[in-house]
């Protein structure tokens, strides 16, 4: 949203107090993170906003969220950020948005298991290092949108069911999800990257989020359907600094499933929610710069990489493993990350080649285009946790001068048995990279940034909530397999 005082983004409390009452706003809408990574909410009548707020915020049950705080200790604060300001289109009545910092009324500083705050601690220890002045992060955020989904899980039963008129499933049904002729025009499996209307239903419906997305100052920069069949879309923001990107992605999550929803259809972002077609990632693009200079420039480097970039890629493949704890944190996530669906399970890094798990990107050779793209996370991350562990995975391999080792160069999946037994893989399993988040994060507590509380709050979570959830409860592909034993 253009600020109309600055012609910009809002740098001060003064500034939102005198556009709610410049512009009659009734209310006041302030959301913030929890730690894995859902956006929550409280409104306030425009009456309770004052300047107090933007230092003091307002009290919150730390109890009711996840990964905050126990019954006995549930007492916390939320205090919001003036320059995430921004209109919400969703709401009849006028409603500003702001997200919001967590404070501990206890003490004085941050919120350890603050995402928001992880996040700017990390920006933080990036300047304080004097490797750099800030980073640059661009994600590319898939989806899919749905027609209708169900699901259940009861002591003796299991299903879930999606289903989208652009599904190559529906291609042999008589009519339409809506009733009508089936007028064919289904898009096959993996053969869903940038076909045009009447394949791309959904071309309207990802036009009208990105210009909503404008309202909350992100700049959209395309947007296709993707690979899948069933209504995969991507939508592409122009880079950002690490806590506005995250910021921005929280947005950009808020912002299609409420278009969608308006449309009578259902977004989702996770990470595989169709058997025998792609999945949906999160490639994360990142560089380092430093008196507006970008640190990853090199004229005569690999892919016009610098050292210290080859360096910075060392760390995300040394930590990896960790890292993907983080950034591809669900038990979902591990049935993206197998081999043949253009998914980079493979921990080697190239340039152009998208079968690697860390990638150059050749579209360019100007100094500012060089960046490098993580290819493993995916959108159920926490943007906050994951974009601030990457960091510090990268600034671990320009500290210790960790060697990424040669560029991968060709198809790995082309490679022979021989050869591919060389190239080391991603963990398969949520389990398996929380074992080794459990083994490698000393790289993540420099400077404070996550602290020990929050790694052990995450992987407690995990295992009890998300990893022996799964584990405990029968498969229904289980019974197709077993039941006639």
Not at 251 to 264: D, M, Q, S, W
Request: aromatic fraction near 10%; charge should be negative.
């Amino acid at each position: 949203m253009a600020n109309p005082i600055t012609g910009n983004r809002f740098t001060t409390s003064e500034e939102v107090i005198a556009f709610c009452r410049d512009q009659d706003i009734k209310m006041i809408d302030l959301k913030f993170i929890d730690v894995p990574g859902t956006l929550q909410h409280v409104s306030i009548p425009t009456g309770e906003l004052n300047s107090d707020l933007f230092v003091e915020g307002t009290g919150i049950d730390g109890s009711s969220i996840r990964g905050f705080q126990a019954i006995h200790e549930s007492d916390m604060l939320i205090v919001p950020d003036a320059t995430t300001a921004a209109v919400d289109p969703f709401f009849s009545i006028p409603t500003l948005s702001m997200l919001c910092n967590i404070k501990d009324p206890s003490n004085d500083g941050g919120y350890p298991r603050d995402p928001r705050w992880v996040a700017q601690k990390a920006e933080a220890f990036l300047k304080s290092s004097g490797i750099g002045d800030v980073s640059n992060w661009g994600p590319e955020l898939e989806f899919f949108i749905f027609d209708s989904v169900s699901f259940e899980q009861t002591a003796n039963s299991a299903f879930y069911s999606v289903d989208s008129e652009e599904g190559i499933w529906n291609s042999g049904q008589p009519n339409s999800l809506d009733g009508g002729p089936n007028l064919g025009y289904k898009t096959r499996h993996k053969e869903g990257y940038f076909p045009t209307p009447p394949f791309d239903t959904f071309q309207d419906l990802r036009s009208e989020a990105s210009l909503k997305m404008a309202e909350f100052d992100i700049t959209v920069e395309k947007h296709h359907h993707e690979v899948a069949t069933g209504g995969q879309g991507e939508i592409d923001m122009r880079f950002d600094t690490l806590t506005r990107m995250a910021d921005n992605v929280a947005h950009f999550k808020y912002i299609l499933k409420n278009v969608a929803r308006e449309h009578g259809k259902v977004a989702t972002f996770m990470p595989k929610p169709l058997f025998g077609d792609n999945g949906t990632g999160m490639h994360v693009h990142s560089s380092i710069w430093k008196s507006g200079e970008n640190l990853f420039y090199g004229a005569d480097g690999y892919a016009l990489f610098s050292q210290m970039g080859l360096y910075y890629i060392g760390g995300l493949l040394k930590h990896a493993p960790a890292l993907l704890a983080l950034c591809a944190p669900t038990t979902n996530s591990y049935r993206r990350l197998v081999p043949g669906y253009e998914a980079p399970v493979n921990l080697a890094y190239s340039q152009r080649n998208r079968s690697a798990c860390a990638r150059i990107p050749m579209y360019f050779s100007t100094p500012a285009s060089k960046r490098v793209e993580f290819r493993c996370p995916d959108p159920s991350a926490n943007p906050y946790l994951a974009f601030a562990a990457m960091l510090m995975a990268g600034i671990d391999g320009i500290i210790n001068q960790i060697d990424p080792g040669q560029p991968l160069d060709q198809d790995i999946y082309d490679l022979s048995p021989e050869e591919a037994a060389k190239v080391q893989q991603v963990p398969g399993s949520l389990d398996k990279a929380l074992d080794a988040l459990e083994a490698d994060h000393e790289f993540l507590t420099r400077g404070d940034v996550f602290t020990e509380d929050l790694i052990h709050t995450w992987l407690d979570y995990k295992r009890e909530k998300e990893v022996d959830a799964v584990r405990l409860r029968p498969h229904p592909y289980e019974f197709h397999l077993y039941f006639d034993v």
